[in-house]
């Protein structure tokens, strides 16, 4: 392999497709922010035609952040008369320097526009754009837990089997080794499975087993689609089939084409075939496409590929790091990579470099890539308060006399003996450099400061070994945390937290009441429990049932700090040894339950949801890392993480205890890259050792290579996060002469070159400690003391503590008292939340329920009164008597109301395409879908007839004469739900203000002027401060006569607008009657919240937006009035359909009031 062409950031701006590989600490980040920046400037690319995709949300949003401040940093630039000492900023100002402010400043205006997002992010704008030909079902729910129904088919399947008598029992698989199978398949969508599927005599149980596989692929399938959710890969795979249709495929790529102009991948090393074939297919295709554009006399999408091979570590997750290869190596692709690294020390990239120099990662195609330091480094040096230098990368073999030898072979340690040695003698470097070491201050150019223990990593390859480091550093006074390390939900919390869950949901059983006493919550042992008299234990059953009632009626966030309150558990738990740790636990395994309990929940529906929750794996998904333990304290402590978690973070000082250990370097199961098919193979039966001997063989080499490679990246990944001094340790065992690091330090010659024989075998020889180090000495002659390797020995349990212990940052704690007054207007509202406060509404509000905005069940409510002094806002008419109520009857006139009727509704009108041909059967198969998962006593026949009736209803003027039926799918926006910042510009408003607004602009003849009146009178009593959520039920882009498109928030009502017992008739949705029940139930005020969430959001994504021209107003919807074509209609109105449409001044005006950040125009 050549030598890659350097990229140069301030060269000429990419065209056509580039490949940048990003070494560690080159700057990926600041390079794509940088590249953004210019596109928009230089190109004159809108920030609307900019897409920039990578692995997870968080990267994400720290991508849209840099990108935001880099075009705020060239408009700074740009707006000075100086020329920047910075030579990207110099560059950008040299020429055309007005023409690029304004498109820079255009940019940040318009930056919400920008595509910055996750390739799972990506899919779902895409598919939100293609609508049905993508997705069967276009309200499809995506799920993170991609286990718990591959294990259910998987349990199904295996029972269906085993029940089968023509089955032999030798052949049926366990349940474990099938779960584990199907898994693999599942998560690899795109690759090729082995052994096949047709009978092999000399293995039937891995054909068997084969089969099995099949079947539970398809039956995953099939259940995901009847239950209406999609895994992240689901999602992926439907777009690439939905982007290679030959007919809406290319529509669609078109279109994509024509939106993008530039696209950036970021993280691209760990993409996978169908990712790529995404992209590909949409913006690649490299030179070809390129001519074809110049020819048609259009721009062609620039692709910019960033990624750094070395460091793609996430195979287990379906990241393929060939696909890199083959996207970076194709022809029309250019390959560059940066060559400055920003984060190391001179010294420690030149003994890494002197270390790694010849190795590969997997494959010849990727190598190391030297780097160097930027001119301001080369003074920084890592030493001790003396100045003498500290080797930047310390190589230490255990093989000292002390360290435990294996009884048959004394030149080879145990696991079990060697680890222990290890976190002992990390514990006395760590110790060694806190008392000797300063490194550069960060915050004083020129100036050291003392190492402290916060400047220190230790980098492991499984969580088990977390609490034993912590244990051994803690041990000689050094305070250390786990950071993002197992499941919170198998700590010793989750066990006292489910013995109060069960308790709780069934508090008269006398066993789960002593089960609660041994939790921390009660803090009772063995002994009281052996002891407690009856009315001890029954004063406990008191205690649990209040707190199971307060859950069920005041909600999960009210019963946990009932219970916090009442059993001084935090007290008890910071009283233990792990004190902090345990507290900490509690606390997260509590804002758990929040988050999935919902804001109400009985206690056995709690119970139900945290043994769900604790039965599930995030192991599948990037983001599903709700429920990794937090770090339990922020003091300077020692972080100790795996190494997977530290990929992408840097640390001063960096330890490697776990490299020479074997995990991750065997294979366990039989997965390679087919250079034939070009595709990942899996063998899903590679415990049954099936076929022949040298296809086994072929099988298991090919395997062990292609886990061999995974390793040496994640060794790779280790040994760049150190800014100043990394220290890898190294135990020679009998199983770890395969691994990266031993092939890394001993697959040399004795010049100290890596031999490419032995780099690539199968298994290093064994070799004694002389020769270790005869191997390695040329290393360290060549390093100038950069590197060293030494032998290090046990320095078992009697090493001296840490001197700074007694003077580090401890304190001792006091009681903490509040000495600030808290905001207690901020809240998370929404429009049930205020109105609630006129209605003796004391149910908590759990601020972690997502749930919390408007909701469709809110239609339903009592409806045999008004509240007090309604009935004088609105003349209400009265005249039409019972008796021609019961004779005018409505499809959906008599239907039993409720929350749940309510709900079904709602759901089926958002789901349905209102323009197919057959309308009953799409509204039929709706309800008969709906009904299955939430039943509900109705009339399934009529409730479709009423539904097609209210689809097929003329809507008014506003909707230009038309019905919903004809409302095409890409003229209607369903459930969309918004967050909008009250209050945010120092003024905050009050529902009284908002109604005193309403009176400056509302015409004197509205029909909603005496409601106006009564808002302005602040019957609520709410100051609107934090955030304000919904979910608008439908957003309609209605196009008029004289060609404007308007955009008209609807709601669906199913309230039934006559007193309790009278059968609503027409009259009782006559036009002139709907403004009396807008006022009973407050809507008007739904209405214009709801308007300016539309406003703000047509003002970011509309292109020459004018309030006046777009806003549509406001229809209200009340289904059961609305009974067709024939529906009666007053002076153009029809019946059940209420519309106002405010005007744009008043809206706009009301926006900024929320606002608080503009002049509102109230008085």
Avoid at 6 to 28: C, H, Y
Avoid at 281 to 293: D, E, L, N, T
Avoid at 386 to 397: K, N, Y
Avoid at 693 to 712: C, F, I, K, N, W
Wanted: aromatic share 6%; with cysteine.
């Amino acid at each position: 392999m050549t030598d890659i062409e350097t990229f140069e950031l301030a060269g000429p701006l990419p065209q056509s497709r580039l490949a940048i590989e990003a070494s560690a600490g080159t700057g990926k980040t600041f390079t794509l922010s940088t590249l953004a920046a210019r596109y928009v400037a230089e190109d004159g690319v809108p920030i609307s035609e900019l897409l920039v995709v990578t692995f997870t949300r968080a990267a994400a949003a720290e991508l849209k952040d840099r990108v935001r401040a880099r075009l705020i940093e060239f408009a700074e630039a740009l707006d000075t008369a100086t020329k920047p000492d910075d030579a990207l900023l110099a560059l950008i100002w040299s020429e055309d320097r007005q023409v690029r402010l304004e498109r820079v400043r255009t940019a940040i205006t318009e930056f919400d526009a920008a595509t910055i997002t996750t390739i799972h992010g990506f899919a779902q704008q895409v598919i939100g754009t293609l609508g049905s030909t993508v997705l069967t079902d276009p309200d499809a729910v995506l799920v993170d837990d991609t286990e718990a129904i591959g294990r259910q088919v998987a349990t199904d399947v295996l029972v269906a089997e085993a029940v089968h008598e023509a089955n032999p029992a030798d052949e049926i698989p366990s349940l474990d080794d099938l779960l584990h199978s199907s898994q693999l398949a599942l998560n690899n969508a795109d690759s090729a499975l082995v052994p096949g599927p047709n009978p092999d005599e000399s293995n039937p149980r891995a054909a068997r087993l084969r089969v099995l596989v099949d079947e539970i692929t398809t039956e995953v399938d099939r259940r995901r689609k009847d239950a209406g959710t999609l895994s992240f890969d689901d999602l992926l795979s439907r777009l690439r089939e939905a982007l290679d249709d030959d007919l809406a495929g290319r529509s669609a790529r078109e279109a994509l084409r024509q939106r993008y102009r530039v696209a950036l991948i970021d993280e691209f090393q760990d993409t996978d075939p169908v990712q790529w074939a995404i992209f590909d297919s949409v913006f690649g295709q490299g030179v070809r496409r390129a001519v074809v554009a110049e020819r048609d006399g259009v721009t062609a999408t620039t692709l910019v590929l960033v990624g750094d091979p070395k460091q793609a570590i996430y195979a287990f997750r379906g990241a393929n790091v060939h696909t890199y290869i083959q996207a970076a190596h194709a022809p029309g692709t250019r390959l560059t990579s940066l060559g400055v690294n920003w984060r190391s020390d001179p010294a420690v990239l030149r003994a890494t470099q002197t270390l790694l120099s010849g190795v590969t990662f997997g494959s010849d195609d990727i190598l190391f890539q030297p780097v160097t330091a930027p001119d301001d480094h080369e003074d920084r040096t890592f030493a001790t308060v003396d100045g003498a230098p500290i080797p930047a990368l310390s190589v230490r073999l255990a093989i000292g006399p002390k360290v435990a030898r294996d009884k048959k072979h004394a030149h080879l340690s145990t696991a079990a003996n060697g680890e222990g040695a290890i976190h002992r003698e990390l514990a006395t470097h760590v110790r060694d450099l806190l008392e000797t070491a300063v490194i550069p201050n960060e915050d004083q150019a020129g100036e050291t400061r003392a190492l402290r223990p916060d400047d220190v990593a230790v980098l492991i390859a499984a969580n088990r070994e977390g609490p034993v480091i912590r244990d051994a550093l803690m041990a000689l006074g050094i305070p250390a945390v786990i950071a993002r390390g197992e499941n919170v939900l198998e700590s010793e919390a989750s066990t006292h937290f489910h013995r109060l869950l069960a308790a709780v949901a069934r508090p008269s059983n006398v066993r789960r009441a002593r089960a609660a006493g041994l939790s921390w919550f009660f803090g009772w042992d063995a002994g009281d429990v052996a002891t407690a008299t009856d009315a001890e234990l029954s004063a406990v059953q008191v205690q649990l049932h209040s707190w199971g009632e307060t859950l069920s009626g005041r909600g999960v966030a009210a019963f946990v700090g009932q219970v916090w309150a009442e059993t001084s558990v935090a007290s008890r738990v910071l009283a233990l040894p792990d004190g902090d740790r345990s507290m900490t636990d509690l606390d997260h395994i509590a804002e758990l339950l929040s988050l999935s309990g919902g804001r109400q929940a009985s206690p056995s529906t709690l119970l139900n949801t945290f043994e769900a929750l604790s039965g599930g794996s995030d192991d599948g998904n990037p983001e599903a890392d709700l429920a990794a333990r937090r770090v339990e304290s922020d003091s300077r402590a020692v972080q100790i993480m795996t190494t997977f978690v530290a990929k992408g973070l840097e640390f001063p000082v960096v330890c490697c205890t776990s490299l020479w250990s074997p995990t991750g370097a065997k294979a366990k199961d039989n997965i390679w890259w087919d250079t034939a098919t070009k595709k990942r193979t899996i063998d899903v039966a590679t415990k049954e050792k099936w076929g022949p001997d040298d296809e086994r063989d072929a099988r298991e080499l090919l395997a062990s290579q292609e886990a061999v490679g995974s390793h040496l990246r994640v060794l790779y990944v280790a040994l760049t996060r150190a800014r100043h001094h990394t220290a890898v340790w190294w135990l020679p065992t009998k199983a770890d002469w395969r691994t990266g690091l031993a092939r890394v330090l001993f697959a040399r010659d004795r010049t100290g070159t890596i031999d490419p024989d032995l780099f690539t075998c199968v298994e290093l020889d064994h070799i004694d400690v002389d020769e270790s180090l005869a191997r390695l000495q040329p290393l360290v002659e060549a390093s100038n003391g950069e590197l060293e390797v030494i032998v290090v020995d046990d320095p078992g349990d009697s090493a001296d503590p840490w001197t700074g212990a007694a003077t580090s940052d401890h304190v001792e704690l006091a009681v903490a008292t509040l000495d600030h007054r808290l905001d207690r207007e901020r809240s998370r509202w929404s429009f049930t939340a205020i109105t609630a406060r006129a209605q003796d509404d004391h149910r908590s509000i759990d601020p972690f329920d997502n749930t919390a905005a408007d909701a469709a069940d809110a239609d339903e409510g009592p409806t045999e009164a008004w509240p007090s002094g309604a009935a004088d806002l609105i003349d209400y008419d009265e005249s039409t008597s019972a008796t021609e109520r019961v004779e005018a009857p409505l499809p959906l006139g008599d239907i039993a109301g409720g929350a749940g009727f309510g709900t079904l509704v709602h759901e089926v009108l958002e789901i349905i395409d209102f323009t197919v041909p057959d309308l009953t059967t799409e509204i039929a198969g709706a309800v008969t879908d709906r009904l299955a998962w939430n039943p509900w006593p109705v009339d399934e026949q009529r409730l479709v007839d009423g539904l097609e009736a209210v689809v097929r209803s003329p809507l008014g003027p506003l909707f230009a004469g038309q019905a919903l039926v004809d409302l095409a799918p890409s003229d209607r926006l369903d459930e969309m739900s918004f967050d909008l910042t009250l209050g945010e510009g120092g003024t905050r408003a009050t529902d009284a203000d908002i109604g005193r607004l309403l009176l400056n602009h509302l015409p004197a003849d509205d029909p909603l002027g005496q409601w106006a009146v009564s808002l302005a009178d602040g019957p609520f009593s709410a100051v609107l401060a934090g955030h304000l959520t919904g979910s608008i039920d439908l957003v309609a882009r209605v196009r008029h006569n004289d060609g404007v498109e308007r955009f008209v928030v609807s709601d669906y009502k199913t309230n039934r607008l006559a007193t309790r017992g009278v059968t609503p008739s027409a009259a009782h949705f006559r036009p002139d009657q709907l403004p009396a029940a807008m006022a009973e139930h407050h809507y008007p005020l739904q209405a214009l919240l709801y308007t300016v969430a539309l406003h703000r959001y047509l003002r970011w994504r509309l292109p020459d937006y004018d309030p006046a021209e777009h806003l549509g107003g406001t229809a209200y919807l009340f289904v059961r009035g609305m009974v067709g074509p024939d529906t009666p209609t007053t002076d153009g109105d029809p019946n059940g359909v209420f519309t106002w449409r405010p005007a744009a001044k008043l809206i706009v005006s009301l926006s900024n009031l929320l606002d608080g950040s503009a002049e509102s125009g109230a008085s």
